[in-house]
């Protein structure tokens, strides 16, 4: 148990579907963050939010949209996906300003887009 | 422009045998840090070790024991008489500078056969 819970943790959708993906951190962290894991491909940063607030947007795509509502909530709403986004979905945390970047994650939602 | 490279995509050893991930890294900053994680089946990357740039002396953790070489920009992991509990991909990341950002390695998946 790292602290960083997922949910779901699989998740099917049609290209035409909406959902959200959510993630909830109990650590009193102040750093959140969205990693997509593909096959064969190092994993990918996609969103950072330090204090709430949206600091890195590893050119996502809008079809991805992330939420912070506060500093233990993540959400990434996902609408008209393609195949190609099927992957597994990584959140963790980090408490910024220590001197690293330590990182805690959650087990991931495991997507598939049909 | 930071990177981590893992050229050992996977690995098959039998237990209780010593096995070495390797791992290098690009990186222009002068502090910087360098982590290994490890991804069971369940999907979460748990965190092993974090080693500050100017800290080179070697670790040594149970069966885990890591050495760092800024001469030749690596930071190898090895795991000393090996159990089937280690299957896991191993994953290598580079954090530091002005942004709490980790690059990852592609990771190397270790299969420990009985």
Known sequence: ETGVTQTPRHLVMGMTNKKSLKCEQHLGHNAMYWYKQSAKKPLELMFVYNFKEQTENNSV??????ECPNSSHLFLHLHTLQPED????????????????????????????? | AQKVTQAQTEISVVEKEDVTLD???ETRDTTYYLFWYKQPPSGELVFLIRRNSFDEQNEISGRYSW????????????????????????????????????????GTLLAVQP
């Open chain 1, 61 to 66: 795509p809008s079809r991805f949209s992330p």
């Open chain 1, 86 to 114: 099927s992957a597994l979905y990584l959140c963790a945390s980090s408490q910024r300003g220590q001197e690293s970047e330590k990182l805690f994650f959650g087990s991931g939602t495991q997507l598939s887009v049909l």
């Open chain 2, 23 to 25: 791992c290098v890294y």
């Open chain 2, 67 to 106: 050495n760092f070489q800024k001469s030749t920009s690596s930071f190898n992991f090895t795991i000393t008489a090996s159990q089937v509990v280690d299957s896991a991909v191993y994953f290598c990341a580079l954090g530091g500078g002005a942004t709490n950002k980790l690059i990852f390695g592609t």
